[in-house]
């Protein structure tokens, strides 16, 4: 069975203790921040906010492209897909 590998930056493993990468089997954005968060709580929180939308600063990839759902998370995952998380860091 084929499933979608989850890559996580640096930033989040300083916060969650996740792998370097995690295979998942979902077939939507909002199913994989579901069972994400499941996996590690708060996670999926730290990514979208009350309303279940990304964040302003944080970005998801699926095999190359950015997500172009940021409210529903509808975009679709394939069995072999390699979704990327990352967030914008700002400052000066």
């Not at 009350?50 to 190359?64: A, F, M, S």
Request: aromatic letters at 8%; proline letters at 4%; glycine letters at 10%.
């Amino acid at each position: 069975m084929e499933m979608a590998t989850v890559r996580f930056t640096p930033h989040l493993r300083r916060f969650f203790d996740l792998p370097d990468a995690h295979d998942v089997q979902a077939g939507t954005v909002s199913e994989l921040v579901e069972m994400l968060d499941a996996a590690w709580p708060g996670l999926g929180f730290y990514v979208t906010d009350e309303r279940g939308r990304l964040r302003k600063h944080v970005t998801i990839w699926i095999d190359g492209e950015r997500v172009r759902d940021r409210e529903e998370l509808g975009d679709a995952l394939g069995p072999d897909s390699e979704v990327h998380i990352l967030q914008a860091l700002s400052g000066g």
